[in-house]
């Protein structure tokens, strides 16, 4: 049988993480044909160039279209079974035709880290202790004189079925101790798989709350659903109790010894939604983001691949996790911007998503207060069931907004008279405010009083971010920092000031406003730590006044029930933007951060603080909310072809030359645009907001069509095109599918 295989199948097309849309062929020596049944998704080490490289099979080929001769030998196989399955290997095809990526850099972005650097799939692997017939009835005093050893066995005695590395970690056993008795032949190690699976999370402590008629209708019109492929979109006001609807109809799906997959889209909400899990289900729960390490990102992986673990709850990437008995997909808080990677493999995690359901005929669930317009598209035209909950849970009633004009105001700290007001009365009533400013550091701008000169970036056309407590001036595009100056590289004067605040600014000067509230900052700099996040909402919760400070990373999902003011300082941010989505994630942001607001039985209450209080998007998110909002948005972007109604990919190029981008794309398009179909219209060649950046000047050019089909032959053509022209240019370049950056 296996000497059939090697005559019908002797080559094998293997994926590479490298930035070539190709496969690459090479011969299965007959020694491994014998012994291993190989099967696409196994990895395999191959001769690449000078070197060896890790690569996955995509499939087993009777010939190849290279001369035999030149085909070189696979080196050796990695795997007894494909790492990635049938159903995961579809997907990845399927993404890096869609996206227009190569197929290899797809396929390893699908794959933990240490599985892409060809560590084994297998859990790790720990010492466990036991005593040793000597060892179980040794006389503990006769260590007296060397307490370490004497604890260290003393604890392995107590434990008969074995004392595992961990548990010597937590007891604080010295492991020098442990190796002095084994010498001693008291004590013996043995080698075990770690799996986390055996360690159950919290039994339920918490009793369900009464369910209101609204959630109660929603779960029955997704009961209906439950086997098949559906989308559903719960669209339900901030504290509506979304989060409660999918909780009980997860309950369903463990109950039967089925897996969940649950997204959400940033690291900070990861131990929140964990907490509100593990308090509900009595089963075994992992994570997927990265801030884990390598390792358990890895055992993680594997408990999921192995079906233990039914819940999985992750960020973008976990999209890709495997799952044998994958029967339900949430995806909370749907709108946000960071489901997309917008740099190297540009996927929408929200969109594979939902491919990855269809393609397993299982329903999807995305839940939002501000969804997406694509989502309010697909639901208006009912390719989607639009779920509304409309009402709060509970007593909890939603807040008042309030515009309070700037014109003409003398502002403290970037605060009017009202917010500051507000803030004190609120405190007085032993309630929490929230302040909302979507600017992290110190100050984003460092000036000279005397010649007018400016901080900015070596690297980008960008001024430099002030962050004082770190003393230093940070660019946040390109990530270069130095050292913050106090004396005008050009005129010399000391006379430096900070234009505009930031989130540790506005830190700063409430501690010394309030100096006997906690004031706590929650933003990308506060939050860098494992912990850090956890650490900071137990703060928040312990105390009853309190001022939080964040950016947008306060404003998805969290709840905090004493909190009973938001002030958003710059409600205008956005209003203006140059990219056409800068309305719908202005009104989706206020709208988020606004819901932080008196969750609990407390009345709430929001300031947005506008130098256009008559602007008619703020008028429209104050007196008729989001959907309203969002419906005229949708109208405004029918009328002028824009997405969801036209499909749109951008072409992005950079070069260390200044005119090299924009010329490259003139010729591009001098060349393809008469052979291009008809209905794909070109916008640009024109340069990015920031055209100088990381040292690169960029460039780019969008194509939209009113169907995919045409637009997604077009690409292909490009992308082609771009392949050959970039051999002889120093040039990069990027394919962006369904882009939420225009710019």
Sequence with gaps: MQEQLLTQSPYIKVALPVPLRTLFDYKVPKAIALRHDLKPGMRVKVPFGKSSRIGVIVALSQQTEWNPDEVKPLTSLHDKAPVLTDELMSLCLWAARYYHHPIGDVLFHALPVLLRKGE????????????????????????????????????????????????????????????????????????????????????????????????????????????????????????????????????????????????????????????????????????????????????????????????????????????????????????????????????????????????????????????????????????????????????????????????????????????????????????????????????????????????????????????KGANKLHCHHCDAQKALIHQCPDCHSDELFTVGEGTEQLETQLSSLFKDTPVLRIDRDSTQGKTAMTKLTQKIHEHDQAILIGTQMLAKGHHFPNVTLVIIMDADAGLFSSDFRGMERTAQLITQVAGRAGRAKKPGHVLLQTYHPDHAAIECLCHSGYEQFAIEGLAERKSLSLPPFYHQVIVRAESANEQEAMQFFHAMKIDLAPILPKDVYWVGPYAAIIVRKAGQHRALISLKSAQRAPLHQATQVITHWLEQATKQHKMRFAIDVDPLETY
């Design 120 to 467: 084994n799939a297998e859990f790790r692997t720990e010492n466990w202790w036991f005593t040793t017939d000597l060892g179980r009835t040794y006389d503990l005093t006769q260590l007296n004189r060397a307490p370490r050893q004497q604890d260290f066995l003393k604890a392995v005695q107590q434990h008969p079925n074995g004392l595992s590395q961990q548990a010597t970690a937590v007891l604080d056993l010295a492991h020098a101790a442990g190796k002095t008795l084994e010498e001693k032949g008291l004590v013996r190690r043995e080698p075990r798989a770690f799996n986390k699976a055996g360690e159950k999370h919290t039994h339920q402590t918490q009793v369900p709350p009464t369910l209101n008629p609204e959630q109660s209708q929603a779960i029955e019109r997704l009961q209906q659903h439950s086997h098949q492929f559906h989308v559903a979109l719960l669209d339900g006001v901030t504290g509506s109790g979304k989060t409660e609807v999918f909780l009980r109809l997860i309950e369903e799906y463990v109950n039967k010894g089925q897996q969940v997959l649950v997204m959400v889209p940033e690291i900070g909400l990861t131990p929140q939604t964990l907490k509100r899990f593990e308090v509900r289900f009595n089963t075994d729960i992992v994570l997927m983001h990265s801030n884990m390490n390598d390792r358990e990102r890895l055992d993680a992986w594997l408990l999921a691949a192995n079906g233990h673990a039914k819940i999985i709850i992750g960020t973008r990437s976990a999209v890709f996790v495997p799952a044998p008995h994958l029967s339900l997909i949430v995806i909370d808080e749907e709108h946000d911007a960071s489901y997309k990677q917008h740099e190297k493999f540009r996927y929408h995690a929200r969109d594979l998503a939902i491919k990855r359901a269809q393609s397993r005929n299982i329903p999807v669930l995305l839940a939002s207060a501000t969804p997406s317009y694509e989502s309010l598209a697909n639901a208006l035209q009912q390719r989607f069931s639009w779920l509304k909950l409309r009402h709060r849970a509970g007593d909890a009633k939603p807040p008042i907004m309030e515009r309070v004009d700037l014109r003409g105001q003398q502002l403290v700290h970037g605060f009017s008279e009202t917010a500051l007001v507000n803030i004190k009365q609120t405190l007085a009533r032993k309630e929490q405010v929230l302040i909302f400013l979507n600017r992290r550091g110190y100050a984003p701008t460092l000036m000279c009083h005397q010649c007018g000169w400016i901080a900015t970036c070596d690297h980008c056309d960008v001024n430099l971010t002030v962050h």
